[in-house]
């Protein structure tokens, strides 16, 4: 499974980056308020430091303005893909993108049949939504699987991004579907890391270790 680190926030994507583990980034308009920043400059600046995907949001409403504001991010940088959220005007400018080679992020997904439809437009990602789905009640990695389950039905290329991770556990259930990518916050990612067993380990062989220097 590839992994994406959901951030715009450079120190955390250069450290993660350093880990040797990083294959994609993606952004949001949240997440880059947060940091404060234009995202045309961020996701340029992204694009300098990792070599895959990164995903930049436009914010047009209109299919005609989607198309015009996706390419624009497009020219960028070539590992930009134009992230639109799920709607009517988002599968048209899919199409057109996608017919001109720009690949397509389709975001705020909460069903399998709008992966459907945004996959049969033509994007190239379709980002489901698992920890929000959680929030209001509902098992969101079964959202992830049961969208694994039609592409693999129908031979779809389309690649699913398992988003709004809150934890290691929705990576876990990600992976066991064999969901393409996840798209992990850098705290999850730390968390991933770690075992109690590991640290215990580790303890005990450098303990032994120093011992036997001094045998
Ligand atoms: C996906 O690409 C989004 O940026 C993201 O995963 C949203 O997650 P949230 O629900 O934690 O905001």
């Keep these: 499974m590839k992994i994406f680190i959901d951030t ?3 120190d955390m994507i250069k450290e993660i ?11 949001n308009p949240s997440l880059i308020a947060k940091e404060g920043v234009d995202v045309r400059t961020r996701v340029r600046e992204i694009a300098e430091i990792v070599d895959g995907p990164i995903s930049a949001e436009a914010m047009s409403t209109t299919a005609e303005e989607m198309v015009k504001e996706g390419r ?20 048209k400018a899919t199409k057109i993108l996608s017919s001109e080679g720009i690949k397509v992020n389709v975001t ?7 992966a459907l439809l945004a996959a049969k437009a ?9 920890g929000r789905l959680d929030d209001i009640g509902q098992y969101g990695s079964d959202l992830v699987e049961e969208i694994m389950a039609i592409f693999n039905n129908y031979g779809i290329g389309t690649e699913v991004i398992a988003a709004s991770i809150r934890g290691p556990n929705h990576v876990l259930d990600a992976t066991l579907c064999g969901c393409d990518i996840a798209t992990i916050p850098y705290d999850t990612l730390k968390k991933m890391i770690g075992h109690p067993k590991t640290d215990e380990g580790i303890a005990k062989f450098v303990a032994d270790y120093e011992k036997s220097k001094k045998n």
Aim: negative net charge; hydrophobic residues 50%; glycine residues 6%.
């Design 122 to 130: 033509g994007a190239a990602f379709v980002s489901p939504f698992v």
């Design 108 to 114: 705020l997904i909460f069903s399998p049949l709008q």
């Design 72 to 91: 624009e991010l497009a020219s960028i940088h070539p590992n930009i893909n134009v992230k639109l959220p799920m709607c009517v005007e988002t599968l």
């Design 8 to 10: 715009a926030n450079l």
């Design 17 to 27: 980056n350093s880990w040797g583990i990083l294959d994609g980034v993606t952004t």
